[in-house]
């Protein structure tokens, strides 16, 4: 399990990035055969992903919803992300052909994506007494102090935070 961290934390990534969000639902419970090869197609495209960063995915969380699985991507860039998803000697093009083939528009399975372009300081991330997640996992894992302690500056305001952060207190 994960270390829990105590205290207020925030992600911090000073470049571009985009967020990518891609799921399926399984609408036809007890076509097996249809939404299983489906939720597989993902292991071995995060694998690849994982092993050669170069490509630009920089992590990601995955979630459960009624019905679906659902994953939270950050890559470095869309070109990154267009780039992977295009490429034939890549996981995911072989994976879309065979959902298409599979599945094309019988209503069995659904599949969806969004996708968001995120400029620097543009963004707002807090996570508080949580393990290291998200983008923070995905960037880098930072004190949310200051600036970064409420969500009206990073995103164009000024104000202080509605509930400043509790003092950690040290180990005894």
């Known amino acids: 399990m994960p270390q829990v961290i105590p205290g207020r934390f925030t992600a911090e990534i000073d470049e571009p990035f985009v967020v990518f ?3 399926m639902r399984i609408n036809k419970l007890f076509a097996f055969s249809k939404w299983i090869p489906t939720a597989r197609a993902m292991s071995p495209m995060l694998r690849s992903l994982n092993e050669n960063p170069e490509k630009g995915f920089l992590g990601g969380e995955g979630f459960i919803y009624p019905r679906g699985v659902g994953l939270i991507q950050y890559w470095r860039s869309f070109e990154d992300l267009e780039r992977f998803a295009r490429n034939p ?6 994976a879309w052909q065979r959902f298409n083939q599979a599945i094309g528009a019988d209503g069995s399975v659904g599949i969806w994506h ?9 963004y707002k991330a807090i996570y508080g007494n949580m393990p290291v ?12 102090m200051g600036r970064k302690e409420t969500a009206r500056r990073p995103l164009g305001g000024d104000g202080e935070p509605a509930v400043p952060s509790p003092v950690i ?3 005894n």
């Open 21 to 23: 969000l891609i799921g």
């Open 169 to 171: 207190q040290p180990p």
């Open 114 to 122: 969004e996708t968001y372009l995120i400029e620097p300081g543009r």
């Open 89 to 94: 000697a890549d996981a995911h093009l072989k």
């Open 133 to 144: 997640f998200g983008l923070a996992a995905a960037t880098k894992h930072v004190p949310a």
